[in-house]
T-cell receptor, first 117, second 109 residues
Framework: ETGVTQSPTHLIKTRGQQVTLRCSSQ?????VSWYQQALGQGPQFIFQ???????GRGNFPPRFSGLQFPNYSSELNVNALELDDSALYLC????????????????FGPGTRLTVL | DAKTTQPPSMDCAEGRAANLPCNHS???????VYWYRQIHSQGPQYIIH???NNETNEMASLIITEDRKSSTLILPHATLRDTAVYYC??????????FGQGTELSVKP
């Protein structure tokens, strides 16, 4: 158990729909990162939020968007779902970005399995 | 794209040491070496990290070569529960984890 929770556990959507995935970070953590993991592949970085601001984005289109709230929980939104969006979506919480506030370890949640039909 | 290279799979006998290699051919001076593992159907789990010196914690040991171009993760007494995909990553402090394909370790009785 990492203290990072994600909801829902599983989700089935149809092509063109929109989806919101949620992540509650570990207590004391102010940084949340989101990853997409297709079957048989390593996780791919989507974006990171630090203190409610986006701090870096991977090679994902704008229809992937996110939010971080004052309590440092986070949402991942995907619009106009495509079949290739079917994957395990992982969030990871950590502390800080650099310096004394920073901790090296990222704590991952169990993921949300999204299936797009 | 991932910056590290790892063998796709390895086997290890239960109770023996598992030595997982990784090449960091483009690592820069301020980038750390991180190891994570992912047990089937779970989120990745942090194992250990290092910059220049060898490191040890309750899970594993990390050996980094003097030129920092390669590292080895050592699980001293592998158990069946260590069967997982192991990822090595090099990045700056606070950076975003860039996962490759990892090494699928099978620990056999």
């Amino acid at each position: 158990e990492t203290g990072v929770t994600q909801s829902p556990t599983h989700l089935i959507k149809t092509r063109g729909q929109q989806v919101t995935l949620r992540c509650s970070s570990q207590s004391g953590h102010n940084t949340v990162s989101w990853y997409q993991q297709a079957l048989g592949q390593g996780p791919q970085f989507i974006f990171q939020y630090y203190r409610e601001e986006e701090n870096g984005r991977g090679n994902f289109p704008p229809r992937f968007s996110g939010l971080q709230f004052p309590n440092y929980s986070s949402e991942l939104n995907v619009n106009a779902l495509e079949l290739d969006d079917s994957a395990l979506y992982l969030c990871a919480s950590s502390r800080g970005l650099a310096g004394s506030d920073f901790s090296h370890e990222q704590f991952f949640g169990p993921g949300t399995r999204l299936t797009v039909l | 794209d991932a910056k590290t290279t790892q063998p796709p799979s390895m086997d290890c006998a239960e109770g023996r040491a598992a030595n997982l290699p990784c090449n960091h051919s483009t690592i820069s001076g301020n980038e750390y070496v991180y190891w994570y593992r992912q047990i089937h159907s779970q989120g990745p789990q942090y194992i250990i990290h290092g910059l220049k010196n060898n490191e040890t914690n309750e899970m594993a040991s990390l050996i980094i070569t003097e030129d920092r171009k390669s590292s080895t993760l050592i699980l001293p007494h592998a158990t069946l529960r260590d069967t997982a995909v192991y990822y090595c990553i090099d990045l700056n402090q606070g950076g975003k984890l860039i996962f490759g394909q990892g090494t699928e370790l099978s620990v056999k009785p």
